[in-house]
């Protein structure tokens, strides 16, 4: 096939249609993860297959390269794009019908800090992997956190920082969630370049994720930990 014959999407079967659409995914075309995800509406699919099937199949696959060094940031950027692409027309119907959720996180960088690249990769990730994500932005005092967890009651508080000077905020937040008694309610996950494993524990967080990729296993770990814990105790 020459480079000329441009490929029709409607003219594809279901099964190559997914693979184009992990394709264009991965390649961060937007107008064509539209075109797919309502070509697979139109065919009958839930709006849940075609979330978990085409988009969240599709950036594992770009998680995957990311964490092996084989794409960079501005190229994930642009998948997790194409992806919000797609949401924009699943969103709503995914709340009409009640679909399953993986998960719910509200992730924030913390006061003092305005560094959001990382943040928002992650955010974009999780989204990618079939989580809610409420992202309550940067430069974010306790309150801020405090308030968020109140209202949206997520599965986890994620936080971030790449200054060292703003490193020790995380605690602060750690301990005021223990002072309120609602530590225990939440996965705290934190991530930022100067961190590590023993600066998370120090603090009192579940766990230190190194990358965008890193806190999507993580999550996905710790949130099903978490669901069989609670139906085991249910």
Not at 80 to 89: L, Q
Not at 145 to 168: C, N
Not at 223 to 231: F, P
Request: glycine share 10%.
């Amino acid at each position: 096939m020459s480079d000329d014959d441009e490929i029709i999407l409607a003219e594809l079967d279901d099964d190559e249609l997914v693979q184009q659409m992990h394709d264009d995914l991965y390649d961060g075309l937007q107008d064509e993860i539209r075109e797919g995800v309502q070509i697979l509406l139109e065919r009958g699919w839930t709006p849940y297959d075609v979330l978990t099937k085409a988009l969240v199949e599709g950036m594992t696959i770009v998680g995957i390269d990311f964490r092996d060094g084989i794409l960079f940031v501005p190229e994930v950027l642009m998948a997790a794009n194409a992806m919000k692409a797609g949401m924009t027309i699943l969103r709503p119907l995914l709340a009409e019908t009640g679909a399953p959720k993986v998960g719910s996180m509200v992730i924030g960088t913390v006061k003092g800090d305005i560094h959001d690249i990382g943040k928002n990769l992650v955010s974009m990730m999780l989204e990618g992997a079939g989580f809610d994500v409420v992202d309550i932005g940067i430069n974010n005092p306790v309150e801020n956190y405090l308030e968020a967890l109140e209202e949206h009651k997520p599965d986890i508080l994620g936080m971030s920082a790449l200054l060292t000077t703003t490193m020790p905020y995380m605690k602060v937040v750690i301990d005021a969630m223990v002072e309120k008694g609602i530590r225990d309610d939440y996965i705290v996950l934190v991530g930022g370049a100067p961190l590590n494993e023993a600066f998370a524990d120090s603090v009192g967080a579940d766990a230190y994720c190194r990358d965008a990729a890193v806190a999507v296993e993580t999550a996905k770990e710790m949130v099903a930990a978490k669901r069989g814990k609670e139906a085991a105790a249910g």
